[in-house]
């Protein structure tokens, strides 16, 4: 009995190891199928390579016909509840301006199953109208919601009802569970040549998708540093090695494109690493800790030192090394490859001066460099040209630069250099915010915009002269009055030239004690 007991232990045993070493192989197969299909964040699921937002167990596929021959598909048991459902979270505001068209393919063999019901909820949009199509039994069929009247809308979670209104459970196969266009919209990238430059930018340079879908949203907070309409919402799930990753066909070439730049906005100051990994080269990360402020800012994070390596991934950790960031949230943007050019720069600064602001930098080593485009922004404008600041060219020592902005505004002024080589090539400086706390509130500037004379009042608590200026966008001074203030509200009217351009164009009242400003628009 003893024996017997063993030989019956060890075929257990080795049917286990057989079972074991099946599967193995079978998920190396499966490995090996999707290996290179980037992920289609269109699809939902399809149960083989495109597994993005449900979460059921994959199973062989029942019974294949010419509706579905896939070998897997999803497995949903049903429970005795006449709404017991699966649920779908996309994990944020679903973008449906395009694809709209729900499909998915539904086989069971339980009797008298009652409709197929989908509805879309959550988010700060009313749920969709609940649709539903009665259940075929006893073969694959593919099923079509039409959502385009919710285009404008923000869900996040799709409801699927299987027996709706039937009080007995089951077992249902899906597969295939997709959103299409219905035909009639327009793509809004079409004939954009991708820039291989770009690997995603969530609008119509997507050209490295990541390993994981998550949503794209409307940009919470359009900006000079990042005024596209579209973002990625990322929120983190605690753990200390969050990520998300894209994987590339080849080799990266760091060679000469060996800056990665990303837009980030949070309100969290944590560490987001980048680390270049994959091929036979050491894994390489680079750290970069964000600012917290809840506004957008470029991080650049410098891979030069990989020039020689074949990685062949990039992986973004969030809260890198942290398990306390469950629920943060990272819009992100423009994330890109830029070239270093051959200027050292170890210092930018602005600092404020009788009105005006007094940018600084300073190179440790020049090579090739052409010059310097000073750029400014505000919150609500874009980057202009304010000026230009001509390069050593060549320089091995410390070279310091300064540009004077004559004509910034109240509030936040945004500062970027160009820097510019003698080839043609350029890249950006890092963006450097001044807050001028002026008082702007006690300047009305009415109507704005103004057509040919500009009217305006100032309250000011002194008897005090004040000097009027009005620059362009080039801080070029257009007209200047001298002008003389009450402890009462004063009211003024200013003559202006005649072929004044239409434009933006900046009003400044600059007292002893105070200086005013206020942009303003001609028509």
Partial sequence: MTALFNVKSISRIMKNVYLTVLLTLLSYALFAQCAGINPDCNILSDFECQTNYVGLPAVANPAPDAVNMSSDVGEYNDTPDAFNALIIDFRGPRDLSVFNILKLKVYTTVAGSGNLLAKLETGSSPPSPEQSSPITVGAWTEYTFDFSGQATANHQQLTLILNAGQNFGGTYFVDDIRWTDNGSATDPCMGVTPDPLILNDFECQQNEPFETCFPIVD?????????????GRYVDTGGQFDNIAIDFDAPIDFSTNNQIKIAVRTSVAKQLVVKAEGGTSPGREVGLTTGGTGDWEELCYDFSGAAAENHTRLVFFFNFNASDGAGDIYFIDNIRFAAVLPVEMTRFTAAEKGGQVNLQWQTATETNSAGFVIEHATRNTDFTKIGYVRAAGESFTTKNYAFTHIAPVSGQNLYRLRSEDLDGSFAYSEIIKIDLAKGEKNL?????????????TVKTTFDEAADFYLYDMNGKILVQRSLAFTKVENGYTAALPDGLQTGAYLVKLVTAREVYSRMVLKN
Wanted: charged content about 10%.
């Fill in 219 to 231: 940009n919470p907070g359009i900006s000079a540093v990042n005024s596209s309409a579209k973002v």
């Fill in 444 to 456: 009305v500037v009415a109507p704005n915009p103004f057509t040919q004379d500009l009217n305006f």
